[in-house]
């Protein structure tokens, strides 16, 4: 029986820090593709970096144990290139006779440049890999080249050759993912242990389900619609309830433990409002409770439909506010009539109890001058004020991702990829820009971000205050997180010191202070703040 290695890179973050928790999961798609795979016979197993990581282990240590593998398959991020280049290289070093196949978003995007020259990469799979991975290595089986399979590109006597791309019309038909072959339990364990490390006591564990691929949405910063397809498709309810059930009676000891979940991994969950609408149904008369999160538009979200969802124990919904300037709306082509469609999807995300309310948003854009990102983060932060125990908020620094919409706009080189510097697209970007901004100097809007990530944690802490009036100990992991964030300002960083040594009585207004000093800073840049948000 032949075998195939699924790889899931690790991702650059610092693996001593809360971050971890954003890598304790499985990949969905790989997992997806090999239940594809073992329908036609294959041999699967996963190996995930980021846990031999955390257990400093290498690859050799497992490469060595599967012996006869004929073939590798590495999904990679943009960010997760250079490294994904790095691993097929050493793994062609020693096992010069495999084939390795690149997936993912970044070689479905530029599939050409992952193949040219002297690539350790064999194939690229474009897109959904369900349907076209068994055929293309059945295919294999009988020729080397002029391959006939969609959605695959290849590499002959230095030229690439890229195959038309399809989406898959009827995910119904594909398999339930390869979960068993993950130590989920080993997750589950971990982000028990580094969410207590780090303190987070309000977040859960949560697997990774999909009920639904592409995006109708024209938005010009995002590449999901041209990874995944704007032609929106879902799994009938039933299917998604049976791969709930699945989950249910794998794995029992986790799946009904109370700080375990479910999290959509969708472009947009509630596109289809009478699927989502009989998918609650039908959760709720099978009695599973188990939690769940979705990612959805801010416009999708109107009172029956989020009534539904919190009767079925939603518990997390990620909303992608984006701007809260109207302008940058539109320059976005979000589709939302202005900032004021966000603030009515947390109302009414508030109003139906749902626990979890993430909202994103990104600063500088292209068209973005200083008054354009002091809007937006005035705004976010008015927003976060409606409820801090219940709204968490996400600033990001603006990545040009490749082939949409803005990345051409913007003029990324397209003759000579070699020369981008990939790595540095993170969305955890400091001190530059990827593209030359005409508006705006990197560490300017970092300082920016901060002072704004400044005022949340002051919130944070007069919310401590208020939930516990009677509390002695002062909440000083937040205190020397100020510290973290503003140690570079003079006059900020005597208040810092008085927080730390003040008494109780005096807290208050010393946190006001400082506050009017941060909003001195904003001014700065933007002499007045219109933008205001209000609670229905």
Known sequence: MKKFIFLNLEFPINYNSPHILEVLSPSLGQLSLAAALRNVGYNCYFIDLSLLKIFKK??????????????IGISAHTVQYNRMMEI??????????IKILAGGPHPSLLPKSVLLR?????????????KSLPLFLDELKYKERNFKTEGIAWRNKGEVYINKVKPIMDLDSIPIPAYDLVPLQKYYELFCKYSKIYGYKNISFRIPLEASRGCPGNCNFCCARLILHNKFRNKSPKRIIEEIEFLYNRFPSIIKKNNVGISFVDNNFTTNKKMVKEFCRLKNERGFDIKWAVLSRATDLKGDLVKKMSKSNLSGIYIGGESGDIEGLKAMNKGYRGPNDTIKAV???????????????????????????????WFAYNLYKLSPNHIQIIIYKFIPYPKTDLWDKININKSNYSEIDFKSYDLGL?????????????????????LFNSLIIIEKIF???????LAKNKPNNLIKSLFWILNKNTEIDLILKDLLYCRKD???N????????????FKRYNQQIEVQVRSN
């Open 430 to 450: 400091k001190d530059r820009f990827v593209f030359d901004h005409k508006f705006l100097n990197s560490k300017e809007v970092d300082r920016l971000q901060n």
């Open 88 to 97: 097929a290289n050493q793994i062609k070093e020693t096992y010069n006779d």
């Open 58 to 71: 290498t690859i050799w240590d497992k490469l060595s144990k599967i012996r006869g593998f004929e073939f």
């Open 506 to 508: 005096i807290l208050h």
């Open 510 to 521: 010393t946190l006001e202070k400082l506050k009017n000093l941060i909003f001195e800073e």
């Open 118 to 130: 002297d690539s350790p990469i064999d194939y690229v799979i474009i897109n959904e890999g369900e």
């Open 347 to 377: 109302n009414m995300c508030l109003k139906y109890s749902i626990k979890n309310i993430v909202i994103s948003f990104f600063i500088g854009a292209p068209w973005e001058k200083y008054n354009n990102i002091v809007k937006t983060l």
């Open 463 to 469: 919310y401590y205050y208020k939930m516990n009036p």
